[in-house]
T-cell receptor, first 115, second 115 residues
Framework: GAGVSQSPSNKVTEKGKDVELRCDPISGHTALYWYRQRLGQGLEFLIYFQGNSAPDKSGLPSDRFSAERTGESVSTLTIQRTQQEDSAVYLC?????????????FGQGTRLTVV | GNSVTQMEGPVTLSEEAFLTINCTYTATGYPSLFWYVQYPGEGLQLLLKATKADDKGSNKGFEATYRKETTSFHLEKGSVQVSDSAVYFCALSERSGAGSYQLTFGKGTKLSVIP
């Protein structure tokens, strides 16, 4: 596709359930980021993938959060045993490569509501 | 670590007023600086960027100058329009010591322009 695609666009889940969020980056983009945006707040960095290098997981808030990416393609963010404080919009972004000057392209996000 | 501080919102201006949104940053090296914009109901998109000291980024009548001496990247527009109503995010990108190309965002400033 032409842009970053995220699915689902909305997810309502019960507290304690696991959820999986998907991100399809722009083809050829080697860098991929996940962010969390709570209502009215800024973007909170979660994890960064660059090609086949070990991911930067320094932003994951707890061991309930994990993410995978196969090569330079799709990424999934998994939240286990969801809590109400996990309710937020989860944003994915991709960049062409490991350079500080390149633009990041964002998906529309997945709005997660934990009830 | 890296950080971005931008002025708290919300900011409400009348159409044709002058806009300044302050942004300062902390970084260890030579980051690239960005302003992203999130229009209502849309995803984040790049507004402008600057990749080295004294560079000026500009787009859609907005400007920001990379000031290394004051570690600032303030966003300005001479005459705002109702269509500029959005949330504006200042961001920086730098290569960490561990080789991660981090992209760090400020908390965002909501701008409302009234006719």
């Amino acid at each position: 596709g032409a842009g970053v695609s995220q699915s689902p666009s909305n997810k309502v889940t019960e507290k304690g359930k696991d959820v999986e969020l998907r991100c399809d980056p722009i083809s050829g983009h080697t860098a991929l980021y996940w962010y969390r945006q709570r209502l009215g707040q800024g973007l909170e960095f979660l994890i960064y993938f660059q090609g086949n290098s070990a991911p930067d997981k320094s932003g994951l808030p707890s061991d309930r959060f994990s993410a995978e990416r196969t090569g330079e393609s799709v990424s999934t963010l998994t939240i286990q045993r969801t809590q109400q404080e996990d309710s937020a919009v989860y944003l994915c972004a991709s960049r062409p490569g490991p350079r500080v000057s390149t633009e990041a392209f964002f998906g529309q996000g997945t709005r997660l509501t934990v009830v | 670590g890296n950080s971005v501080t931008q002025m708290e919102g919300p900011v409400t201006l009348s159409e044709e007023a002058f806009l300044t949104i302050n942004c300062t940053y902390t970084a260890t090296g030579y980051p690239s600086l960005f302003w992203y914009v999130q229009y209502p109901g849309e995803g984040l998109q790049l507004l402008l960027k600057a990749t080295k000291a004294d560079d000026k980024g500009s787009n859609k009548g907005f400007e920001a100058t990379y000031r290394k001496e004051t570690t600032s990247f303030h966003l300005e527009k001479g005459s705002v329009q109702v269509s500029d109503s959005a949330v504006y995010f200042c961001a920086l990108s730098e290569r960490s010591g561990a080789g991660s190309y981090q992209l760090t965002f400020g908390k965002g400033t909501k701008l409302s322009v009234i006719p």
